[in-house]
């Protein structure tokens, strides 16, 4: 890369897009397009990172919280730079960045954790005027069945609005949600935080042995809506109503909109599927899926 000024900046719910182009080992893992979608909406959750001529080349992550007996707080989460961009100020500049960001949200304090044996993190940290404390670490799974995940992405040609109306219409969502030549039937429907629905796919008769989760080719869905924040986002809890071990536990559905050129990115993302539902099929199922919606609304708006 070239000796150009690193830039550094905030990224804002829209800027999701920078974070197609990073540089090697900057993160733990590939930025997954949906989770930092998600990450951004989420205005208790800030990014700063380094760009060098687009490129990131270094980020700084952080999540604003409040207590009920405390002023508000900024836990730093995670600090990373590209090995061909250390010992060049970049971590202390996002740092300082993150710090000013914090105050700016009234946070009266910022907190961070590290390796003992990361020597390079501690000396920039003290550099900062902070000093170590002792300090116990304990971590406990909360997805014990280690369950897979899946999702599905597609432009859609109408605004979120638009979109959004037909993840809360049950009318809607009958029509476009059971995939490959299913139909659906709603049984019950709130679309209220708290509130859900109850539906029932059913597989076309032409199936041969088409299985069923519930019953004879019928897969039968009770859905707890988790969030509901118009017109963006959408977390439901899904359980199948089966017999089947393979199809038991809750799975998480997070629909996302964003708006972009020519239309909204409607993105579908489940975590914690059951074992007997192949992430690749579901992905299938949910791309389907998503074909319908497209052609419902945008044969609406034409």
Known sequence: MDAAPVEIRLLAPHDHAVLDRVADDVFDETVDPRRAREFLADDRHHLVVALDAGVVVGFASAVDYVHPDKAPQLWIN??????????RGVGRRLMDALL???????????????????VPARALYESMGSAAE???????????????????????????????RAFVDPDALVAWLPPDGMTGRMHAFD????GGYEMSLFYPDDVPDAPG????????????????????????????????PAFGGEMTLTVTLEPAS???????????LPPGLRPEDNDAGARASLAQLARRVEAAGA
């Open 213 to 244: 989760k519930t019953a004879a080719r019928e897969d039968r869905v009770r859905v707890r809506f988790v969030a509901v924040e118009p017109p963006r986002r959408l977390v439901e809890a899904v359980r199948f109503v089966s017999d089947d």
């Open 134 to 164: 002792p300090f116990v670490l304990y971590a406990f799974p909360t997805a014990p069945r280690g369950g897979a995940a899946s999702g599905a992405s597609r432009l859609v040609h109408a605004d979120a609005e638009t979109v959004w």
């Open 100 to 118: 000013a960001h914090g105050r700016s949200l009234g946070c009266a304090e910022a907190w961070l954790g590290t390796e003992e044996d990361n």
């Open 78 to 87: 995670e600090v990373g730079v590209a090995p061909t961009h250390r010992r």
């Open 262 to 272: 020519g239309g909204t990115v409607v993105t579908l993302g489940f975590d914690d």
């Open 191 to 194: 679309a209220r935080a708290g």
